[in-house]
């Protein structure tokens, strides 16, 4: 019976994730067709005759009727080709394959600060409920969490790297210490190729950036995993462990901390992929060459067509990431599969 409920589950979610994804995809590629003047204009009309500009309209597509556009956007989508960009001589899906790694070892690295500091502070807040040291953080996750990444990357910048001169103000490595490509994530390359001077160097520049975006979301994982520690706390089965005469340590970290991070998986998947969101800023200030500092200089140029397949990509993984949740969740807690 369980494992015929926990197949329902799986396919019922799957089912579900097919129109999430075509929702999320209609209305990314709405938002290119309802900007305001034309795309192709907007970014070479000035150095392209009117001619011109009408061939590279022949050659995206953009001439062709609404509804044949939709659905190669939509083949496009599934089957990785998102277009090409008009400033850029690469496709789409050649920029995030170049620029995908880094944003990702930064959202890695900035989830894994954030798990540290929100479950640590979080369970401890709760377990000392009320004390100087459950008010303090408390006021750390709601400070942090409201304080603007680029102001905080800014303030890191200054005081660390400027002040004290112990990181590097922006980039991925220093000078020519990239390791050899292999993957194109800098910390699994070097430890490939045992470049041990440029895993240093890429982790180095890697601490300042993703200590001030994992801070931020954090403060999120503060105040969740303190309500549910101390609704696990006032559970009976502490209760009853206490009674039996278990050791508070015992009953702290076997009993209740244990059962309060069960809610903390769904949180965790969704401030992932909001991490790839908060990257963008965050590669701004620190230079950092991802996915956020590509679209940036698309929107800076104007070039909606690359603006649209990064979204996409974007959009994507949200849809893969949120059915990863439900499919853990699943499996961990069998009272959400009827």
């Known amino acids: ?44 009309g000035d150095r392209l005759s009117a001619e011109q500009i009408e061939e590279r309209r022949d050659e995206l597509g953009f001439n062709d009727p609404m509804l044949v556009q939709y659905g190669r956007y939509l083949v496009g989508a599934l089957t990785g ?43 401890l807040s709760g377990r000392l409920r009320d004390t100087p040291f459950d008010v303090g953080g408390r006021l750390f996750g709601i400070v942090i969490y409201a304080a603007p990444i680029f102001w ?28 050899e490509a292999v993957t194109g994530f800098y910390v699994l390359d070097s430890v490939l190729t045992r470049d041990w001077a440029a895993l240093r160097t890429t982790l180095h520049h890697l601490v300042l950036p993703g200590t001030t975006l994992g801070l931020v979301f954090g403060g999120i994982f ?26 508070e340590r015992a009953v702290i970290f076997r009993h209740a901390l244990k059962n309060a991070l069960v809610p903390v998986v769904t949180i965790v998947g969704l401030q992932f992929a909001l991490l790839l969101g908060g990257a963008i800023l965050t590669e701004r200030v620190f230079s950092w060459p991802g996915l956020g500092t590509a679209i940036l200089n698309f929107l800076g140029a104007r070039d909606y067509v690359g603006v649209q397949g990064i979204i996409t990509f974007f959009a994507l993984v949200v849809v893969v990431i949120s059915l990863a949740i439900d499919v853990v969740n699943g499996l961990i807690d069998p009272r959400i599969r009827y």
């Open 152 to 179: 905080l990357g800014i303030l890191a910048q200054l005081y660390f790297s400027v002040n004290l001169g112990w990181f590097p103000t922006g980039g991925r490595v220093s000078g020519f210490n990239a390791p």
């Open 222 to 247: 503060i105040r969740f995993v303190r309500v549910n520690m101390l609704q696990t706390l006032r559970a009976d089965y502490v209760e009853a462990a206490r009674a039996r005469g278990v050791a």
């Open 81 to 123: 080709d998102l277009g090409n960009p008009v400033t850029d001589r690469r496709t789409t899906t050649e920029v995030i394959a170049d620029t995908f790694p880094a944003t990702f070892e930064l959202t890695a690295f900035a989830m894994s600060v954030a798990l540290v500091v929100g479950v640590g502070l979080g369970a």
């Open 1 to 44: 019976m369980s494992r015929g409920s926990l197949r329902r589950y799986l396919m019922a979610r799957v089912a579900l994730t097919v129109p999430m994804l075509l929702i999320l995809l209609t209305i990314v590629f709405l938002l290119l067709r309802v900007a305001p003047g034309d795309p192709i204009r907007a970014t070479l």
